[in-house]
């Protein structure tokens, strides 16, 4: 198995909702990611999960909030999001955090707030 | 912090060798790599490089100059299907990978 799942693959969620994005790989990578696309933008990074915890959130917002239950699966927890907001939101995984591994994408949550 | 600079359009024919530069400014450079992503796709890993020099896999081959900050992606025997967008990305010794802004591949027929 070489994919990195993303359920769902859309959401429409207003400004008052709470949603979770969820991924899931298993390949048994122990590097978790979660980036923010734009459209026509490169993807960003927003926080990266490693051996199940936490080591890099690149100061996003509070409103949204990751969790690593297991070495398999990575949260998204949205609430309170801005129209803004709106984006594809890509999953991704690697063997380990060390820079020199590949990162597999799932195919990403397009996520659009009203 | 980093940055990296790559055309933001590059429009080629069928059949036709195509390269795609990026030229980079980070601390902690660790490797530059490769992404493709289409239209409403995610992205695809294509390459790495950590030391100088060129990578060859099938179609595609990456070079690194670690000395002039410069790499680039050598697309040959094009195909229709590989009109996509093409992100470079540089992996420093932070654990991040920062994208390119990417540069969009029209091949026509």
């Known amino acids: 198995d070489t994919e990195v799942t993303q359920t769902p693959k859309h959401l429409v969620m207003g400004m008052t909702n709470k949603k979770s994005l969820k991924c899931e790989q298993h390949?048994?990578?122990?590097?978790m990611y979660w980036y923010k696309q734009k459209a026509k933008k490169p993807p960003e990074l927003m926080f990266v999960y490693s051996y199940e915890k936490l080591s890099i959130n690149e100061s996003v917002p509070s409103r949204f909030s990751p969790e690593c239950p297991n070495s398999s699966l990575l949260n998204l927890h949205l609430h309170a999001l801005q129209p803004e907001d709106s984006a594809l939101y890509l999953c991704?995984?690697?063997?380990?955090?060390?820079?020199?591994?590949?990162?597999?994408f799932g195919p990403g949550t397009r996520l659009t707030v009203l | 912090g980093q940055s990296l600079e790559q055309p933001s359009e590059v429009t080629a024919v069928e059949g036709a060798i195509v390269q795609i530069n990026c030229t980079y400014q980070t601390s902690g450079f660790y490797g530059l790599s490769w992404y493709q992503q289409h239209d409403g796709g995610a992205p695809t890993f294509l390459s790495y490089n950590a030391l100088d020099g060129l990578e060859e896999t099938g179609r595609f081959s990456s070079f690194l100059s670690r000395s002039d900050s410069y790499g680039y992606l050598l697309l040959q025997e094009l195909q229709m299907k590989d009109s996509a967008s093409y992100f470079c990305?540089?992996?420093?010794?932070?654990?991040?990978?920062?994208f390119g802004d990417g540069t969009t591949l029209t091949v026509k027929p």
């Open positions: 991704a995984s690697s063997p380990t955090e060390q820079s020199t591994d590949t990162q597999y």
């Open positions: 390949m048994g990578h122990r590097a």
């Open positions: 990305a540089v992996n420093t010794n932070a654990g991040k990978s920062t």
